[in-house]
């Protein structure tokens, strides 16, 4: 992980402004999820990307009544379905 070399102080409710320069790189816009996430020490903040809730893969993620599958997943259940 490399040092971006910005410093800012966490306010009195707990939060912090992340730079307009990071958020333009990044393609971050106000309203937009962003995951904590905590490695050891270190604390990592993500943009959020939804995950299946059976194998946890980001890719072709679709919602379903408020939760998140991917296609893989959808065609395993429906051949538990058929058979």
Known sequence: MKPAGV???VDQL???VLPKSLRKRY???EGDP????VQGDHIILERYRPRCVFCSSMEDV???K???LCTS???DMLQLRRS
């Open 73 to 75: 997943c959808i065609h």
């Open 14 to 16: 707990g939060r912090i």
């Open 62 to 64: 679709r919602e379903f």
């Open 66 to 68: 408020e939760r998140y």
């Open 34 to 37: 962003v995951e904590i996430l």
């Open 7 to 9: 410093v800012r102080k």
């Open 27 to 29: 393609q971050m816009n």
